[in-house]
């Protein structure tokens, strides 16, 4: 029997950061390889981030939002307004953003940091 959708519930809660990484490289795996649907259930919006495409977020059992998931983290202030920790890096983000600094709201991963910075350097900062 091979299931059409694998639903997790939590799978990386409390576990230290390698055995996390590790757990969601298995599950980021499964899915390249199979191309089934994975649906996972996290507080963690950092495990989100790596490996959704498109997010459903629950607030007092509510849907709060729905959407891609740039869509979703485009609403960074929001989610932290209903308890969810965003990734470290979206948090810089939203700081430099209320600072001024023309920079995208949708930033939810390193990588995308990255390239938002050197586009800063490119273009020239001005606040």
Same mark, same amino acid.
């Given at each position: 029997?091979?299931?059409?959708? @694998? $639903? /997790?519930?939590?799978?990386?809660?409390?576990?230290?950061?390698?055995?996390?990484?590790?757990?969601?490289?298995?599950i980021?795996?499964?899915? &390249?390889q199979t191309?089934k649907?994975?649906? @996972?259930v996290?507080?963690?919006?950092?495990?989100?981030?790596? @490996?959704?495409?498109?997010a /459903?977020?629950?607030?007092?059992?509510?849907?709060?939002?729905?959407?891609?998931? &740039?869509?979703?983290? !485009?609403?960074?202030?929001?989610? $932290?307004?209903?308890? /969810?920790?965003?990734?470290?890096?979206?948090? $810089?983000?939203?700081? @430099?953003?209320? &600072?001024?600094?023309?920079?995208?709201?949708?930033?939810?991963?390193v990588?995308?940091? $990255?390239k938002?910075?050197l586009?800063?350097? &490119?273009?020239?900062?001005? !606040?």
């Amino acid at each position: 029997m091979e299931p059409e959708v @694998l $639903v /997790l519930d939590e799978p990386t809660a409390g576990l230290d950061p390698k055995g996390r990484d590790k757990i969601l490289n298995y599950i980021k795996d499964y899915q &390249k390889q199979t191309g089934k649907t994975v649906v @996972l259930v996290s507080h963690s919006m950092e495990d989100v981030a790596k @490996l959704a495409t498109k997010a /459903l977020v629950m607030n007092q059992g509510q849907v709060e939002m729905y959407g891609d998931i &740039k869509e979703v983290y !485009s609403h960074a202030n929001r989610l $932290v307004e209903i308890g /969810l920790n965003v990734p470290q890096i979206t948090k $810089v983000f939203m700081q @430099l953003k209320e &600072k001024g600094y023309p920079v995208s709201s949708e930033i939810y991963t390193v990588e995308q940091g $990255v390239k938002e910075i050197l586009r800063l350097k &490119k273009g020239g900062i001005s !606040s």
